[in-house]
């Protein structure tokens, strides 16, 4: 757990105030979570070349093991992918905006998840 609060210490969380508005989601919402307290979600960001999320994580205390991430609704799709986004492996199961994938010790993992395109 040092390094979790070592990273959430130097990564502090910030909040912005915003107006009342009206919308479908619940007062208190989370973006996406990581199940394993081993495994350090460090970075997401939008793909460079479709309307998919990377998502950038690593295992840091030497566990081998399974982590689950929960991402937002709507994702059609997921797989694991090189640092430059590139797929590598097969293709991974969602079941109701769960993600599980394998995680081995020390390892930095990246996925992409897909998500159908929006119109601006």
Same mark, same amino acid.
């Given at each position: 757990? +040092?390094? $979790?609060?070592? *990273?959430?210490? /130097?990564? &502090?969380?910030?909040? #912005?105030?915003?107006?009342?508005?009206?919308?479908?989601?619940?007062?208190?919402?989370? =973006?996406?979570?990581?199940?394993?307290? /081993?495994?350090?979600?460090?970075?997401?960001? !939008?793909?460079?070349? +479709?309307?998919?999320? #990377? =998502?950038?994580? *690593?295992?840091?205390?030497? !566990?081998?093991?399974?982590?689950?991430?929960?991402? %937002?609704?709507? &994702?059609?799709?997921?797989?694991? +992918?090189?640092?430059?986004?590139?797929?590598?492996? !097969?293709?991974?199961?969602?079941? /109701?905006?769960?993600?599980?994938?394998?995680?081995? %010790? =020390?390892?930095?993992?990246?996925? $992409?998840?897909?998500?159908?395109?929006?119109?601006?």
């Amino acid at each position: 757990m +040092t390094v $979790r609060h070592g *990273y959430e210490f /130097n990564e &502090a969380p910030y909040a #912005i105030q915003v107006d009342a508005h009206a919308g479908a989601m619940p007062p208190e919402f989370s =973006f996406v979570t990581v199940s394993a307290d /081993n495994v350090v979600l460090s970075a997401m960001k !939008k793909a460079e070349d +479709t309307d998919a999320l #990377i =998502f950038h994580m *690593y295992e840091w205390a030497g !566990k081998e093991g399974t982590v689950e991430l929960k991402v %937002p609704h709507g &994702a059609t799709g997921a797989i694991e +992918t090189d640092l430059m986004e590139q797929p590598e492996g !097969k293709a991974l199961t969602i079941d /109701n905006d769960h993600i599980s994938v394998a995680v081995h %010790p =020390f390892e930095i993992l990246a996925l $992409r998840v897909d998500y159908p395109h929006q119109k601006q």
